[in-house]
């Protein structure tokens, strides 16, 4: 009834300042109904956390998407220790941190984000993209403001991601 997984994960010398690092999972249409316990109940990031407080949460996938006017990522929990993703019915998966991880849930996929230009390009689809992330870099790029400070930059050349799944 469950799996453990651990990535080790090995970063090109050439490349450097990544954006996450993590894995991209599509889960069948229906698990809408969105648990966990970490940060929230609004989305929040590395570098900006401070007024997400540790609890358990509860929502939906389609209230995770924030309507930034250029589309982009959004509705990231971090200090994550489990989350739960159900149908209806009360299936779905549960993931255990280990021990604690990012997440995010979505209609959305990184690249259908990347290609809109305006929120009314996006259509959402029935799957349900989940992120498992050991973690993100933190927000800003200094394209119109200032850059993520260093120690919140993604720079190293080895990361290992941990966590749990079981099926409910």
């Known amino acids: 009834g469950n799996l453990r997984v651990t990535h080790h994960i090995r970063v090109a010398p050439e490349i450097r300042d990544l954006p996450r690092i993590g894995v991209s999972l599509v889960l069948n249409p229906g698990f809408e109904a969105l648990e966990w ?22 929502s939906t996938v389609a209230e995770q998407y924030v309507p930034y006017i250029l589309p982009q990522s959004h509705g990231n929990k971090s200090d994550v220790r489990w989350l739960t993703l159900k149908n209806g019915d009360g299936q779905g998966i549960k993931v255990d941190g280990n021990p604690t991880l990012s997440f995010s ?64």
């Open 105 to 168: 849930a979505s209609h959305f996929t990184e690249q259908d984000l990347f290609k809109a230009l305006h929120t009314v390009d996006l259509v959402p689809r029935e799957e349900i993209i989940l992120n498992l992330d050991l973690q993100q870099r933190g927000l800003g790029t200094a394209s119109c403001g200032p850059d993520t400070l260093p120690q919140y930059r993604l720079m190293n050349s080895e990361y290992v991601l941990s966590y749990r799944i079981q099926a409910l």
């Open 37 to 58: 316990f970490g940060r929230g109940p609004w989305e929040n990031y590395i570098d900006r956390k401070a007024s997400a407080m540790i609890g358990v949460y509860q």
